[in-house]
């Protein structure tokens, strides 16, 4: 995890840079319905860390650090490009017995989002592009080998308190090493947040994922079930910080797959 932490240094670095002299000009309430679009018009860097019990067939603990910077650009004419990156850094137990954990680098992905450039506050927010996923992976066990492409696709409903939509994507592997197992991988992110007040709010958290190369539909679908809580915190010559921490369980899974999950997430969000 070196890597990692000098990454997460350096973007708390830059976060100290970016907040002299500079301020965030949205309302709390307003700046959380922004943290729950995943294309809304802020620039943001994640840091999302999750702990999965029960892992793979040694049943231990597995470990997932992704790095996910946001960094929208006006494009004119009414529309924006949202740039999504996912940068995963993990720790994989053993798989059989004897074999030791391995560290690194995971697939990096890049989502890429056309987005109308929201008339009025509230309402329908749409937006599509491709996305690809690297064959970065330090270790064989942390990725899957394969250059992959596929469209994404998300739609959210904004009210008041709530934000509720999805963002689904399916990737096909084209290139990448070919003793590997090709991939024709599909994922539903839901997206249900409710504002409690301007400091705290309350969402959703989890993955629906299918693995269509999977003949048995018990070993295709993972869906998982969980919530966490979230506060919004603007600390003094700082950049705001948005805090999350929750847990999760599979409801429905793969038999090598784990049970329950435990999250917390620290975004940085800075001025644009």
């Known amino acids: 995890m070196g890597n990692a932490m000098r990454i997460v240094r350096l973007c708390f670095q830059i976060a100290v840079i970016y907040s002299a002299g500079t301020s965030i000009a949205f309302a709390d309430e307003d700046l959380q319905a922004k943290l729950a679009n995943p294309v809304a018009d802020l620039i943001s860097v994640p840091f999302q860390w999750t702990t999965y019990n029960n892992a793979g067939s040694q049943e231990t603990p597995r470990q997932t650090l992704n790095i996910q910077p946001v960094y929208p650009m006006n494009l004119g004419g009414g529309w924006s490009l949202i740039n999504r990156a996912i940068l995963p850094i993990s720790s994989d137990p053993g798989h059989v017995p004897g074999q030791d954990r391995v560290t690194g680098l995971g697939d990096i992905t890049y989502e890429g989002?056309?987005?109308?450039?929201?008339?009025?506050?509230?309402?329908?927010?749409?937006?599509?592009?491709?996305?690809?996923?690297?064959?970065?992976?330090?270790?064989?066990?942390?990725?899957?080998?394969?250059?992959?492409?596929?469209?994404?696709?998300?739609?959210?409903?904004?009210?008041?308190?709530?934000?509720?939509?999805?963002?689904?994507?399916?990737?096909?592997?084209?290139?990448?090493?070919?003793?590997?197992?090709?991939?024709?991988?599909?994922?539903?992110?839901?997206?249900?947040?409710?504002?409690?007040?301007?400091?705290?709010?309350?969402?959703?958290?989890?993955?629906?994922?299918?693995?269509?190369?999977?003949?048995?539909?018990?070993?295709?679908?993972?869906?998982?079930?969980?919530?966490?809580?979230?506060?919004?915190?603007?600390?003094?010559?700082?950049?705001?910080?948005?805090?999350?921490?929750?847990?999760?369980?599979?409801?429905?899974?793969?038999?090598?797959?784990?049970?329950?999950?435990?999250?917390?997430?620290?975004?940085?969000?800075?001025?644009?």
Do not use: C
């Open 113 to 272: 989002f056309f987005a109308p450039t929201p008339t009025k506050k509230g309402g329908l927010i749409w937006g599509f592009g491709p996305i690809f996923v690297m064959p970065t992976a330090t270790d064989d066990r942390l990725g899957q080998g394969k250059w992959q492409a596929g469209p994404a696709f998300l739609a959210l409903q904004e009210t008041a308190k709530w934000t509720v939509g999805g963002l689904v994507t399916q990737v096909w592997s084209f290139a990448g090493d070919g003793q590997r197992k090709n991939v024709n991988y599909f994922s539903l992110q839901p997206i249900i947040s409710y504002r409690i007040n301007p400091k705290y709010s309350l969402g959703y958290i989890g993955t629906v994922t299918g693995d269509w190369t999977e003949h048995q539909s018990g070993e295709r679908w993972t869906v998982p079930i969980g919530a966490a809580l979230s506060v919004l915190t603007k600390p003094k010559n700082f950049v705001p910080l948005n805090f999350s921490a929750g847990v999760g369980y599979n409801a429905v899974k793969p038999s090598d797959a784990p049970d329950w999950y435990f999250r917390f997430q620290v975004t940085l969000i800075f001025p644009k």
